[in-house]
């Protein structure tokens, strides 16, 4: 799995396995993909739904400094989008996420194995079915998520890229350059 990606083969194992769980019908845990900006957290999160989509199973990326609070995030994006829906939904940059909708989260992700979830919106529910969605997290600045929601997550850290990996990243970027034996 992940075999187009370079480098990163603790990501590729700990994703790999999350991606044959999902495949066998077993609850994948929200999982935290901790990296500095360039690593391939959001490049991971698309192979990792590439691995497990299926006609249904659509890709969701949301970035999370553009959500004003938990009642636009709900009406405008999870009952629209994801409720019942399978999903593979990604939070990009999640330490901006606003303090009410990380609160809910709280609720949400707290699923000691629970297949699904419904939490308290204004005067509704809603209901995370993870059944149906996998959740996946990202961000350069874990130190700004809050503690107790990072505890609920799993996480996945990415390791710098040595030069060998550079290189051949870089190549496979710009095909259109040429470079010269030992560049």
């Known amino acids: 799995m992940f075999n187009h ?102 609720t949400a992700f707290n699923t000691e194995g629970a297949k699904r979830k419904q939490v308290s919106i204004g005067d509704g529910h809603a209901t995370f079915d993870f059944t149906k969605q996998v959740y996946l997290f990202a961000t350069t600045e874990l130190h700004k998520l809050f503690a107790p929601l990072k505890d609920r997550l799993t996480a996945i850290d990415f390791k710098q890229y040595n030069e060998k990996e550079l290189s051949a990243i870089m190549t496979n970027k710009v095909d259109w350059i040429k470079y010269s034996e030992g560049c």
């Open 5 to 106: 990606l370079i480098g990163q083969d603790k990501v590729k194992s700990r994703l790999g396995f999350y991606a044959r769980c999902h495949k066998a019908g077993i609850i994948v845990p929200p999982i935290m993909l901790n990296a500095a900006k360039g690593l391939g957290k959001t490049a991971f999160a698309e192979a990792f739904h590439d691995e497990t989509k299926t006609e249904e199973r659509k890709y969701v990326e949301v970035n999370c400094g553009s959500i004003r609070n938990t009642e636009t995030f709900f009406e405008q994006l999870f009952m629209p989008s994801i409720a019942g829906e399978e999903r593979t939904v990604l939070f990009d940059e999640c330490h901006a996420l606003p303090k009410d909708l990380t609160n809910v989260f709280l």
